[in-house]
């Protein structure tokens, strides 16, 4: 049963009112037939790297060919029927965006000399495209919005779900600079000096760091990373203007939103660090001085001390910067608040959160993206030590009554979390005590036993991945979605458009999205969307990162993901689907889109 | 600073920022290692035009790392790989063997330009 006229005319009417937007307007564009678009995403073009490095081990990137979907029938059991082309409607269409990791490059409380003492344990204390995070992000929300139609039904892009590590270091300013590029504010990507960069960049002993004014003496320039004059200066001082994302948007907590380096329990000290004057520029200064009181025990007595050391020339290796109170790092519950205060468009307000949860501290949500999809953010970080997770044993319990109730409404479930399958087996004891922690298999284990439960969306691992959880019959399960990173290579999030093929199956099709910055960097580009395809170049060659790994594999990128449907999807009625996707459309149009 | 300084001041650094009894979790992000050999296993199938039903599954092993899944006529897809980089791999389809190689270098091809 498709929405009848006089529903339609009441809805645009109501829209139109919501939204400020003429009534004969709203109901052209909603009464146009949806169209498949045209977007640029990875199934029109890839990027690659140059077969040839230009110096030593560097090497460009460029445009290469587009990648068709693959079906994908490891749920399913058997291949699927072709007619299904036919006759399928789109049942919701969004964004996946994962592991944003906004970076205040300059602040004290980064502690980049790590690197130097251990470059594979931590890959990610000091990377050469640090300073442009704000503007790859604003590049993500271009190609965002540029992807308002799903290209498979053409349905509207409904709304975004972020699963995690949106800020890098627990700071207040990365978390404010996150939530400010996707709500369409412009960022000033600096802290500290005005119009400066301070820090291991500019460092000539941070040999460990990539120095884009004269690589000649680091890691890099060994490599062949190119000499860029004015990168960091224009990186730190011109404004990242955002459109902000056309949709309502959502957010869970990550490891990096959680701990100190997304690793490490906080700690008074390490918030005193944060907002102090001085920093580390080697590893030996990091390790022998740093972290045994000079940066985090500021009594009077030990700072003169210090100081007097620091004249004498004993603690070669500490920096003096410049501080700033606004590189404070966020309690646990600061993070939730930080949510709240964005504004009703493109909201939600809280984009998950709610003031009971700032109240109460639960930090994980539920909410209904249609009467029909239900989705829950979940809070697995481990706020004791190590970067994996656990799901901690209130919301396992919490989430299976949710699961069991969506059961019983015929209601369609998802799961957002930081961490994925492979990485939910931290065993530490969380700081709070009390808490069993459920890990992977358990937590597989439970999801299954709901068939209603049809995706488990995360990130963490920076790799696209997609993996089957399926039911021990053999058919059956829920598809486990995991989408790279926006500061890793290869830079990609993900469109899903999540439908009913009304031959008892669904599909997700899922399409890697690079962000809209160009293919191939142009050398002296300092522009905004210049330094955004500049970082992504950077990324590619960051050889610590195993860029070639994180690209996932043909069958992690652009898919058609099968499965039976979980109950008889004619319950959902089209003039229900309808209902919905006139009101993404509206919210499309009022934001400026085609729609 | 001899050569071990850095070794002994990792402790340290690490010590003072986690209760000691924690430090089995400071493992890095996991899962590298059975990434790398899935991912290129999938890359080779693909590239193979194997018509695949059930994408391999990985596990490691003492010996290194195999992964098991199927195709649409019912054959068994093995890969067998070692357990360190650059994890020599062996895919194999209904008992024939379609790659022998490494990993790393299957993965950095996919990402190149068509030569």
Not at chain 1, 65 to 93: C, Q, V
Not at chain 1, 282 to 288: Q, S, Y
Request: hydrophobic content about 40%.
């Amino acid at each position: 049963m498709s929405l009848s006229r006089r529903t339609f005319i009441a809805s645009t009417a109501a829209l139109a009112a919501t939204w400020g937007i003429a009534r004969e307007v709203m109901g052209q564009a909603l009464a146009a037939p949806l169209r498949l678009a045209d977007s640029p995403t990875t199934l029109l073009q890839t990027i690659k790297m140059s077969a040839q490095p230009v110096r030593g081990d560097y090497r460009t990137l460029l445009a290469g060919a587009g990648e068709d979907f693959i079906p994908r029938y490891d749920l399913l059991g058997r291949t699927a029927d072709d007619a299904r082309t036919r006759s399928r409607r789109s049942l919701y269409y969004f964004a996946h965006l994962s592991d944003i990791h906004v970076i205040d490059a300059q602040t004290p409380a980064r502690m980049d000399a790590i690197q130097s003492l251990a470059p594979t344990l931590f890959t990610d204390a000091c990377r050469p495209q640090d300073t442009l995070t704000v503007h790859v992000l604003a590049s993500v929300v271009d190609s965002v919005a540029a992807a308002q139609t799903s290209s498979v039904t053409g349905a509207p892009l409904a709304s975004a779900l972020s699963t995690g590590d949106s800020a890098d270091n627990l700071s207040q300013l990365e978390t404010r600079w996150y939530i400010d590029i996707l709500d369409g504010k412009d960022v000033i990507p600096n802290s500290g000096a005005t119009g400066q960069y301070e820090g291991p960049q500019v460092w000539a002993e941070a040999t460990y760091a990539y120095h884009p004014e004269d690589p000649s003496g680091d890691v890099y320039g060994e490599r062949g990373y190119p000499t860029i004059p004015g990168m960091l200066a224009a990186a730190v001082s011109n404004p990242v203007q955002s459109q902000g994302l056309p949709i309502p948007w959502y957010a869970v907590y990550g490891n990096h939103d959680s701990t100190f380096m997304g690793t490490f329990r906080p700690d008074p000290a390490l918030f005193a660090w944060a907002v102090g004057d001085r920093k580390a520029a080697t590893g030996d200064a990091l390790a022998v001085n740093w972290l045994q009181g000079y940066a985090s025990d500021l009594s009077a007595a030990q700072m003169a001390a210090n100081a007097i050391r620091q004249q004498l020339g004993l603690l070669p290796g500490i920096k003096t910067v410049t501080p700033d109170p606004a590189r404070k790092m966020l309690e646990r519950t600061e993070f939730m608040q930080a949510h709240l205060e964005s504004p009703a468009v493109p909201g939600p307000v809280g984009h998950g959160w709610t003031q009971a949860n700032v109240d109460s501290g639960q930090t994980w949500w539920s909410a209904d993206l249609t009467p029909y999809l239900r989705v829950f953010g979940l809070d697995t970080c481990n706020m004791a030590s190590g970067a994996d997770g656990a799901v901690p044993k209130d919301q396992f319990t919490w989430l299976e009554a949710q699961l069991a109730q969506c059961e019983t409404e015929g209601r369609l479930a998802m799961v957002c979390s930081h961490h994925n399958s492979f990485t939910l087996e931290n065993d530490a004891t969380p700081v709070w005590g009390g808490q069993q922690l459920v890990h992977a298999e358990e937590f597989i284990a439970m999801l299954l036993r709901y068939p209603v439960c049809i995706a488990w969306l995360n990130g963490h691992t920076h790799v696209n991945t997609i993996t089957a959880h399926t039911r021990d019959t053999g058919t059956g399960g829920f598809w486990e979605i995991t989408t790279a990173s926006c500061v890793d290579f290869p830079q990609q999030q993900q469109l899903i458009d999540l439908v009913d093929n009304r031959d008892g199956t669904l599909s997700f099709f899922v399409t890697a999205l690079d962000h809209a910055a160009p293919p191939t960097w142009t050398p002296g580009d300092l522009s905004q969307t210049g330094l955004a395809s500049l970082s992504r170049e950077l990324a590619a060659n960051s050889w610590l990162s195993d860029p070639p790994r994180l690209a996932g594999s043909p069958l992690d990128r652009n898919v058609e993901l099968l499965m039976p449907a979980p109950f008889d999807l004619s319950a959902i009625t089209d003039a229900a689907v309808e209902a919905e996707q006139i009101k993404a459309k509206a919210q499309l149009l009022a934001h400026g889109g085609a729609a | 600073m001899t050569r071990v300084g850095p070794v002994v001041a990792l402790g340290a650094a690490v010590a003072l920022l986690t209760a000691c009894s924690q430090v089995a979790s400071l493992t890095p992000v996991s899962g590298a290692s059975v990434t790398t050999v899935r991912n290129a296993a999938n890359v080779i199938l693909v590239e193979q035009e194997v018509p695949i039903l059930v994408a391999p599954t990985c596990s490691a092993v003492d010996a290194g790392f195999t992964c098991v899944g199927s195709t649409v006529d019912g054959e068994e897809i093995l890969v067998t790989a070692g357990p360190a980089k650059p994890f020599d791999m062996s895919v194999a389809v209904g008992g024939q063997v379609i790659f022998e190689g490494n990993a790393t270098d299957v993965l950095q091809e996919a990402v190149l330009e068509a030569s």
